[in-house]
């Protein structure tokens, strides 16, 4: 009698709840609850093991019903034809493991099939409505509780779709959505999570035609393809457009938080952060929002109370992002941010380990907690932060008594190639992001300094001399500051410049200034579309800028000794940038000649060629690979760019 109950039940129920289902939105507060059962394969199943798992579907089912055999056919092709999604998946029901085994086979699941003898379907009421689809998160977070089949298998897809949106996985959730659509041309969620998917590629005429088409609908199409369409004029740079679109879904549905978003970062963009902040908090309070929106809502209040200071405030709001997202790891991270900002590097590092949980891929969450564990280290060693402190002290004295280096004894012998990073603005739109700067700055140096051509001062002996002469970013703005702070680190160059934000990309403006002449020595103006676009392109700025300082700052300095009849002993070594393989000409000046009263000098003739085998702190060795007369002792060399196959 039960059993024809549900056989009764579940399909005349599935058209109640699949409207419902479609509707609900994540359930935020309620975490799944710990469970072990035993699979039809024999072996026990415990829910602790999917620990740090991103994404989880439970999936209850009964063998009887064909709305559940297509959802698992479906949930076994996506494992087959989506390989690149991080998710796992159980199947549980309450029939004999006979029957059980038979759906199995006669489905072809590919993933456990569990025997609920627990109770579990009944805690989560799917022992009634059938397929049940639990999604859960992060932390066993379950976001979403959808019931019943036929369209319920669309809504399951979609929402899936939403959460691969929020997971940064782009190009599944546009795929996703495109199978919905397929299937469904009018099924406006699918139309929506592909339209943003397209858009978050940079693909904005593909968007833009999306959301044209769903804003035609009626309902909720109107407001959503409007929406979307604001997000795309955004991107594009027409905020004009933007703005009158966002106005027009506000007028429509005051409820939604999204074209608030939008307006506030426009506004922050034009310098009127008053108004941003309005739009921001009214975005915070506005309850109606996609998946994949929800978090960056609390966010950008966060980051413009963080840029004002109020560090307490934004850490709330990152907190409340991450609650609502848990995906939403910029909002972990920025909360470690504001915990640098401040100082307090254990806590720091703390935000930025629970992002690497959220994300294990987030590039700069893993730099920046690398660096924090790097100042956690200084701290816990005493000697080496006592040398920092008292090496602070007496830059911080030379810099307020304006006192330089004197000058060496050897003006030909080259001097250790130091680098400093000061005083890079940000202007534009108020990125998701906070700390970017930090992040390029910092893994450019580790770059730089992992060629061993350069030196770029470290960041914590930078830091320190900052608080300790109590200038800030505006102070660094300032070209003759910076020169002077750059002449105290004994740098020869100054990276400084500007990151222009937009919607959709940045703008990175770069000057390198030479702290002697005080000259703009090389220029570099490149645009940044994502993540993994500024890695190309941090990549290409540490070539250019070691090529720059070989061509325009060649290592000089003598030979020491010949050794034998094949080598030469020079007095620069690692300290001074010279690397394996690193080539010199050995040039002979000629005789200068008076002329008139003027003195002229020719440019130096060419003696021979070295090459260098073995390099020491101080000196190195070097081949000798061609020489038109007998090299001595005092001989100059001058470093070769590239690899010198040119000269030879």
Same mark, same amino acid.
């Given at each position: 009698?039960?059993?024809?109950?549900?056989?009764?039940?579940?399909?005349?129920?599935?058209?109640?709840?699949?409207?419902?289902?479609?509707?609900?939105?994540?359930?935020?507060?309620?975490?799944?609850?710990?469970?072990?059962?035993?699979?039809?394969?024999?072996?026990?199943?415990?829910?602790?093991?999917?620990?740090?798992?991103?994404?989880?579907? $439970?999936?209850?089912?009964?063998?009887?019903?064909?709305?559940?055999?297509?959802?698992?056919?479906?949930?076994?092709?996506?494992?087959? #034809?989506?390989?690149?999604?991080?998710?796992?998946?159980?199947?549980?029901?309450?029939?004999?493991?006979?029957?059980?085994?038979?759906?199995?086979?006669?489905?072809?699941?590919?993933?456990?099939?569990?025997?609920?003898?627990?109770?579990?379907?009944?805690?989560?009421?799917?022992?009634? !409505?059938?397929?049940?689809? $639990?999604?859960?998160?992060?932390?066993?977070?379950?976001?979403?509780?959808?019931?019943?089949?036929?369209?319920?298998?669309?809504?399951?897809?979609?929402?899936?779709?939403?959460?691969?949106?929020?997971?940064?996985?782009? =190009?599944?959730?546009?795929?996703?959505?495109?199978?919905? !659509?397929?299937?469904?041309?009018?099924?406006?969620?699918?139309?929506?999570?592909?339209?943003?998917?397209?858009?978050?590629?940079?693909?904005?005429?593909?968007?833009?035609?999306?959301?044209?088409?769903?804003?035609?609908?009626?309902?909720?199409?109107?407001?959503?393809?409007?929406?979307?369409?604001?997000?795309?004029?955004?991107?594009?740079?027409?905020?004009?457009?933007?703005?009158?679109?966002? @106005?027009?879904?506000?007028?429509?549905?005051?409820?939604?938080?999204?074209?608030?978003?939008?307006?506030?970062?426009?506004?922050?963009?034009?310098?009127?952060?008053?108004?941003?902040?309005?739009?921001?908090?009214?975005?915070?309070?506005?309850?109606?929002?996609?998946?994949?929106?929800?978090?960056?809502?609390?966010? =950008?209040?966060?980051?413009?109370?963080?840029?004002?200071?109020?560090?307490?405030?934004?850490?709330?709001?990152?907190?409340?992002?991450?609650?609502?997202?848990?995906?939403?790891?910029?909002?972990? %991270?920025?909360?470690?941010?504001?915990?640098?900002?401040?100082?307090?590097?254990?806590?720091?590092?703390?935000?930025?380990?629970? %992002?690497?949980?959220?994300?294990?891929? @987030?590039?700069?969450?893993?730099?920046?907690?690398?660096?924090?564990?790097?100042?956690?280290?200084? =701290?816990?060693?005493?000697?080496?932060?006592?040398?920092? @402190?008292?090496?602070?002290?007496?830059?911080?004295?030379?810099?307020?008594?304006?006192?330089? $280096?004197?000058?060496?004894?050897?003006?030909?012998?080259?001097?250790?190639?130091?680098?400093?990073?000061?005083?890079?603005?940000? =202007?534009?739109?108020?990125?998701?992001?906070?700390?970017?700067?930090?992040?390029?700055?910092?893994?450019?140096?580790?770059?730089?300094?992992?060629?061993?051509?350069?030196?770029?001062?470290?960041?914590?002996?930078?830091?320190?001399?900052?608080?300790?002469?109590?200038?800030?970013?505006?102070?660094?703005?300032?070209?003759?500051? %910076? $020169?002077?702070?750059?002449?105290?680190?004994?740098?020869?160059?100054?990276?400084?410049?500007?990151?222009?934000?937009?919607?959709?990309?940045?703008?990175?403006?770069?000057?390198?200034?030479?702290?002697?002449?005080?000259?703009?020595?090389?220029?570099?103006?490149?645009?940044?579309?994502?993540?993994?676009?500024?890695?190309?392109?941090?990549?290409?700025?540490?070539?250019?800028?070691?090529?720059?300082?070989?061509?325009?700052?060649?290592?000089?300095?003598?030979?020491?000794?010949?050794?034998?009849?094949?080598?030469?002993?020079?007095?620069?070594?690692?300290?001074?940038?010279?690397?394996?393989?690193?080539?010199?000409?050995?040039?002979?000046?000629?005789?200068?000649?008076?002329? #008139?009263?003027?003195?002229?000098?020719? %440019?130096?003739?060419?003696?021979?060629?070295?090459?260098?085998?073995?390099?020491?702190?101080?000196?190195?060795?070097? #081949?000798?690979?061609?020489?038109? #007369?007998?090299?001595?002792?005092?001989?100059? !060399?001058?470093?070769?760019?590239? @690899?010198?196959?040119?000269? !030879?």
């Amino acid at each position: 009698m039960k059993k024809l109950i549900k056989t009764l039940i579940v399909p005349a129920m599935a058209l109640v709840f699949m409207q419902a289902a479609f509707l609900m939105q994540p359930a935020c507060a309620e975490k799944l609850s710990p469970f072990s059962l035993k699979g039809i394969d024999g072996k026990q199943y415990n829910v602790s093991s999917l620990k740090g798992c991103p994404l989880f579907i $439970l999936y209850f089912f009964d063998p009887d019903s064909m709305p559940c055999q297509e959802g698992i056919i479906w949930l076994s092709n996506m494992k087959e #034809k989506y390989k690149g999604m991080d998710v796992r998946i159980w199947a549980v029901t309450t029939a004999p493991a006979e029957k059980a085994r038979g759906f199995c086979r006669k489905t072809g699941a590919k993933f456990p099939v569990l025997l609920d003898n627990a109770g579990i379907s009944a805690l989560y009421k799917a022992d009634v !409505i059938l397929p049940t689809v $639990l999604i859960v998160g992060p932390s066993f977070q379950i976001m979403d509780k959808l019931q019943g089949g036929g369209k319920g298998l669309e809504v399951m897809v979609v929402r899936i779709a939403e959460r691969e949106l929020q997971r940064k996985n782009f =190009q599944v959730a546009e795929k996703l959505g495109r199978e919905v !659509i397929k299937k469904n041309p009018s099924n406006v969620r699918a139309h929506v999570v592909t339209g943003y998917a397209e858009l978050k590629t940079g693909r904005t005429e593909k968007a833009k035609k999306i959301f044209s088409t769903v804003a035609q609908k009626p309902g909720k199409g109107e407001i959503l393809g409007t929406e979307g369409l604001a997000a795309v004029y955004a991107y594009k740079g027409d905020s004009q457009k933007a703005m009158e679109l966002s @106005d027009k879904v506000i007028k429509k549905a005051p409820k939604r938080a999204y074209p608030h978003v939008i307006k506030g970062n426009i506004l922050y963009a034009k310098g009127k952060k008053k108004a941003a902040k309005h739009e921001f908090q009214a975005a915070v309070k506005s309850p109606k929002a996609e998946p994949f929106q929800q978090g960056v809502r609390f966010n =950008q209040l966060g980051r413009l109370y963080a840029s004002v200071g109020k560090y307490e405030e934004a850490r709330k709001l990152y907190d409340q992002a991450v609650t609502i997202d848990p995906y939403y790891v910029e909002g972990m %991270a920025n909360k470690g941010v504001t915990y640098e900002k401040q100082g307090k590097w254990d806590k720091a590092l703390s935000s930025y380990q629970k %992002a690497l949980k959220i994300d294990n891929r @987030d590039a700069v969450s893993a730099l920046l907690a690398r660096k924090a564990e790097e100042m956690l280290e200084l =701290q816990r060693d005493a000697q080496r932060s006592k040398r920092i @402190d008292r090496l602070v002290k007496e830059l911080a004295q030379r810099y307020r008594e304006q006192k330089k $280096l004197p000058p060496p004894e050897d003006q030909w012998t080259s001097r250790p190639m130091v680098l400093t990073f000061l005083g890079f603005r940000e =202007q534009g739109t108020l990125p998701e992001r906070d700390g970017l700067p930090l992040f390029f700055t910092s893994q450019l140096a580790d770059y730089l300094n992992s060629s061993g051509r350069v030196k770029v001062v470290e960041r914590v002996i930078l830091d320190k001399l900052l608080q300790e002469l109590n200038l800030g970013s505006s102070d660094l703005a300032d070209r003759d500051t %910076a $020169l002077r702070l750059g002449k105290i680190l004994a740098a020869k160059l100054i990276g400084t410049g500007s990151f222009y934000y937009l919607p959709g990309s940045t703008l990175l403006s770069m000057r390198m200034i030479d702290t002697e002449t005080s000259r703009i020595s090389m220029v570099e103006n490149r645009s940044i579309q994502s993540m993994s676009g500024m890695d190309r392109e941090l990549l290409a700025l540490n070539r250019n800028i070691l090529k720059e300082v070989t061509e325009k700052y060649p290592l000089r300095g003598y030979i020491v000794q010949a050794e034998g009849t094949d080598r030469v002993m020079i007095n620069i070594g690692s300290m001074q940038g010279v690397v394996l393989g690193t080539m010199f000409r050995v040039i002979e000046e000629g005789n200068p000649i008076v002329y #008139k009263g003027r003195r002229l000098v020719g %440019a130096p003739s060419v003696k021979g060629l070295i090459k260098v085998i073995k390099v020491e702190p101080g000196l190195s060795h070097a #081949k000798i690979l061609k020489a038109e #007369k007998p090299l001595a002792r005092d001989d100059k !060399i001058e470093e070769i760019a590239g @690899d010198g196959s040119s000269a !030879i």
